[in-house]
């Protein structure tokens, strides 16, 4: 009598099929179905299949089918949610946002706008200035401050008091508490030129090449 493996021999398979997905569910499912009725037919009387294992079989391939049918639905659901904060993040254009950066442009001897965000009090924070070199060209000192997030007063002047050249500088904070990092977050302001998205989520364009996360918007004036 011909003899045909047992369904569970083959239920490893049909789990790698179902999770690279090579085919769907519902595919997979008859297949499975049209294996263990052909077992079924051809098992030997003398060894009957056990009804355990038989439930045990059936159960297993209803749980991999249903995941990938709840995977699916999940994924649905999660692109609509990504389009309808795509649609609420378009109200941000034209308005001026502070997100994470450390690039600050200085025009006409006026700096651009820049912060700090402490996600714990600190009872020291430091901000150096530098130039394209690399140079420190101002520290400021803003002493102790509480946790959330600050503007960054800078007029533009260097520790000489004389107003550094127009161009392009960046900034660094240090800020700790009992002598420990708190994790400072430099922020620079930006003018929100347009929306759109990609697999981090919603971006907002601030011009210049520069983009940011719409959930890493620390304030928006």
Do not use: C
Not at 109 to 119: E, M, R
Not at 196 to 219: E, M
């Amino acid at each position: 009598m011909t003899t045909t493996p047992p369904v569970g021999s083959n239920t490893q398979g049909i789990n790698d099929a179902l999770k690279s997905g090579s085919a769907s569910a519902s595919e997979l499912q008859n297949n499975f179905l049209t294996m263990l009725v052909t077992q079924m037919n051809n098992q030997d009387p003398l060894n009957p299949m056990d009804n355990a294992q038989l439930t045990s079989q059936l159960a297993q391939i209803s749980t991999v089918s249903g995941m990938q049918t709840m995977n699916a639905t999940l994924s649905q659901l999660l692109g609509q949610v990504s389009a309808s904060r795509a649609m609420d993040s378009a109200a941000l254009i034209g308005r001026t946002v502070m997100v994470p950066g450390k690039q600050v442009a200085v025009e006409g001897g006026v700096p651009g706008k820049i912060g700090v965000d402490l996600p714990s009090t600190a009872d020291a924070v430091t901000v150096d200035v530098l130039d394209k070199d690399g140079n420190v060209v101002r520290t400021i000192d803003m002493k102790g401050q509480t946790a959330g997030v600050h503007n960054i007063a800078w007029d533009g002047k260097n520790n000489a008091g004389v107003a550094v050249a127009d161009g392009d500088y960046t900034f660094k904070v240090t800020a700790t508490a009992n002598g420990t990092s708190v994790q400072p977050v430099a922020l620079v302001y930006g003018k929100v030129e347009s929306i759109s998205g990609d697999a981090s989520g919603v971006l907002v364009d601030l011009g210049d090449g520069q983009t940011a996360n719409v959930d890493d918007v620390r304030r928006i004036l």
